[in-house]
């Protein structure tokens, strides 16, 4: 997947000042946490049209027709859901709509400004906190009675799930899909060169110094180095790893200018200096190119890169692994992926959600892999044989279960109305400062007063 730049809307203060007059929601936009990339063509894919257990008499069974909103795009593992759904409940109809990530942030925008909205939609978690903050989603908590398909809730998460799908106390989407970062590494090399996995920030420093390499003798280091992104992705997963926080605990105040905020910048500035980290912006899209010409042999990101790499660099394969990412107080990550959510204003809440329960259950949920390439975000789909048999792509590795142990670490961004401008604060300052533009102090100050200005809106 293509972590892309932020679209802006310049529309969207007008459209929640419409929102909160008619029903109160909204929508921000960030960088997509997860979205299609091809999958492995060795894992099968669900049974389609398998039925599901026999729905309960209860349910209303009116004729009645959804609206759902897509935006995997071509890999989606949604629509193959369909012919499945419509089988187990054929008094529902699905209008389906694919879109892509940024017409479905658009689209989705307008739609709410207007009470023209889905009745399902596929939201990118990133943009809940806007969302949620504002009033746009559903209660879901309420709907559901606090079960999935049968089950708990809370039984069929990890915890960091259950606290990214949670606004004051109460479920407003549920996670389809996540993204929570582990360390990538080319395992040959470390094995040629005798370099052990790195646990903590100083392993990985030397790490990074010991796989670099230069084409020439005696030339820059531009062989095997390590990916260094300035986003607010990678930027809080290393604040987290050292104990820090973006905002203060009732999210009223910014204190990532913290010691462990400019430790989290020196970390990864340190491999830009000493030249064996190589800067990637989000402009430049995935990292496959730097690594099939071998200029990048260690990155950390999410699930959805196993995908990438089989279809982007095949010849690779057995070359790579997966660990938890090296930390230096303790484990954390952002957690970001996609949500199924139904809008506050949906005109069919009901059959929305029997639809979403439909697309959560183990069989439709392997889909998310086989079709999209992410990770499905339920446990049970997480420690399926078809997840957790060994890949040969990682060396006979089972990389779910290393981003599994990362999810229950992660965090999700803070639920403030003003999300969408503090990621491009940080990512503005993530820039200067590793660019050398700004000191790392100043950046974050900046950056730090600029989001306080914005939570005081």
């Avoid at 990532?256 to 910048?265: K, L």
């Avoid at 499905?376 to 997480?382: I, S």
């Avoid at 990682?394 to 639920?415: A, C, D, M, N």
Wanted: aromatic share 10%; hydrophobic share 40%; glycine share 8%.
């Amino acid at each position: 997947m293509t972590r892309a730049p932020a679209p802006r809307i310049p529309m969207w203060i007008a459209l929640v000042a419409l929102v909160v007059t008619a029903c109160s929601g909204t929508t921000a936009s960030v960088a997509p946490s997860v979205a299609p990339s091809a999958a492995a063509a060795t894992t099968p894919k669900p049974t389609e049209a398998s039925a599901p257990p026999t729905p309960a008499p209860s349910i209303d069974k009116t004729p009645v027709t959804i609206k759902v909103w897509d935006y995997y795009g071509d890999s989606t593992p949604i629509k193959p859901a369909l012919a499945g759904f419509k089988s187990a409940y054929p008094w529902i109809t699905v209008d389906y709509q694919a879109l892509d990530w940024d017409s479905m942030n658009e689209k989705f925008t307008a739609g709410i400004g207007a009470g023209e909205v889905p009745d399902v939609a596929t939201l990118d978690m990133t943009w809940l906190p806007t969302l949620a903050a504002n009033g746009g989603l559903e209660d879901l908590s309420a709907r559901s009675g606090g079960t999935l398909n049968g089950s708990p809730i809370t039984d069929q998460y990890a915890q960091g799930a259950l606290d990214a799908m949670s606004f004051q106390g109460k479920f407003i989407a549920m996670l389809y899909d996540f993204d929570t970062y582990s360390l990538y590494y080319r395992r040959d090399l470390f094995d040629k060169k005798g370099i052990q996995v790195p646990k903590n920030w100083d392993d990985f420093r030397a790490a990074a110094k010991s796989l670099a390499e230069a084409s020439k003798s005696g030339g820059k280091l531009d062989k095997y180095l390590t990916a260094i992104r300035p986003n607010s992705f990678h930027f809080s997963q290393f604040l987290y790893q050292d104990g820090g926080k973006l905002l203060n605990d009732d999210n009223t105040q910014a204190v990532f200018n913290s010691p462990e905020g400019v430790n989290a910048v020196n970390i990864q500035k340190a491999l830009l200096d000493d030249g064996s980290g190589k800067y990637w912006s989000d402009a430049e899209g995935d990292l496959t190119p730097a690594i099939k010409s071998g200029n990048v042999a260690m990155f950390q990101d999410g699930p959805y890169y196993m995908g990438l790499l089989k279809t982007g660099v095949p010849e690779q394969s057995g070359k790579w692994a997966v660990a938890t990412a090296p930390f230096s107080k303790k484990p954390g990550s952002y957690l970001g992926g996609t949500g199924l959510a139904i809008p506050i204003q949906a005109a069919h809440k009901d059959a929305a959600w029997q639809f979403i329960q439909y697309l959560l259950r183990p069989d439709q949920q392997i889909g998310v892999f086989t079709y999209a390439g992410a990770a499905p975000a339920t446990t049970a789909a997480l420690q399926s044989p078809e997840l957790s048999k060994p890949d040969p792509y990682f060396g006979g590795q089972q990389p779910f279960g290393v981003f599994l142990e990362s999810l229950k670490t992660s965090r999700p961004f803070p639920y403030v109305g003003a999300w969408n401008d503090i990621d491009t604060a940080i990512g503005d300052a993530m820039e200067k400062a590793l660019l050398g533009k700004s000191g790392v102090q100043s950046a974050l100050d900046a950056a730090v007063s600029e989001t306080n200005d914005l939570l005081k809106k």
